[in-house]
């Protein structure tokens, strides 16, 4: 099956510093992964995607991932966290065993920036 | 870009009603529909999947007869919860899949339900 996992429920970061939310990928074949946020009660953004290519990924909001084949790791970087990126991220890996090439999601990691 | 849109956002009901939800792609054509539910500070589990014009796929302890999905065009499916009880509130997020550049998965906003 194809599963990510995020280890941190939790990642705290001053405004204007980087942060790094992670994500483990566990997968046969060439994984198709992506990042999403969530703020409060809203549905899911999508901030990028990795399907093939070059290994750093940019996406929406400045947001960036780089994907590390040998580390089986897909972690989500920014280089400076402003108060407004405090949500929920999730990672996710296109489930391809289905007939729907649905999403299988990590447990989410919730990003608090404090100003 | 593609929107999902769902319908209603917040919906309260009294144990042993149904519920409908609606999920609709507004400027593309949907043709794989999934449903999601996702609990308080939780991820998303995939509860379904339905293609237009067929019956739904459901995952395993989902039950089909609880929870009825439809998805009778390209643009819309419907979710009913059937006889609901308390311990089928949640929020309920839906994302439609189109083909070509819109064949990634577009969510919808979701919707909180509570039963009472």
């Known amino acids: 099956a194809q599963s990510v996992a995020q280890p941190e429920d939790q990642v705290n970061v001053a405004e204007g510093n980087p942060l790094t939310v992670k994500c483990t990928y566990s997968?046969?074949?060439?994984?198709?992964l992506f990042w999403y946020v969530q703020y409060p009660n809203r549905g899911l953004q999508f901030l990028l995607k990795?399907?093939?290519?070059?290994?750093l990924v940019k996406g929406s909001y400045g947001f960036e991932a780089e994907f590390n084949k040998s580390q089986t790791s897909f972690h989500l970087k920014k280089p400076s966290a402003l108060v407004s990126d405090s949500a929920l991220y999730f990672c996710?890996?296109?489930?391809?065993?289905?007939?729907?090439?649905?999403?299988?999601f990590g447990k989410g990691t919730s990003l608090l920036v404090t100003p | 870009g593609a929107v999902v849109s769902q319908h209603p956002s917040r919906v309260i009901c009294k144990s042993g009603t149904s519920v409908k939800i609606e999920c609709r792609s507004l400027?593309?054509?949907?043709?794989?529909m999934f449903w999601y539910r996702q609990f308080p500070k939780q991820s998303l589990m995939l509860m379904a999947t339905?293609?237009?014009?067929?019956?739904?796929?459901?995952e395993q302890g989902v039950e089909k007869d609880k929870f009825l999905i439809n998805h009778a065009s390209l643009t819309l499916s419907t979710l009913t919860v059937t006889s609901a009880h308390p311990e089928d509130s949640s929020f309920y997020i839906c994302?439609?899949?189109?083909?070509?550049?819109?064949?990634?998965?577009?969510f919808g906003p979701g919707t909180r339900l509570t039963v009472t």
């Open positions: 994302s439609a899949r189109g083909t070509g550049l819109h064949y990634e998965q577009y």
């Open positions: 997968v046969s074949g060439n994984p198709y």
């Open positions: 990795y399907i093939t290519g070059d290994n």
């Open positions: 996710a890996v296109r489930d391809r065993s289905g007939s729907g090439y649905a999403l299988n």
């Open positions: 400027d593309f054509q949907a043709t794989t």
């Open positions: 339905s293609n237009e014009g067929s019956k739904a796929t459901y």
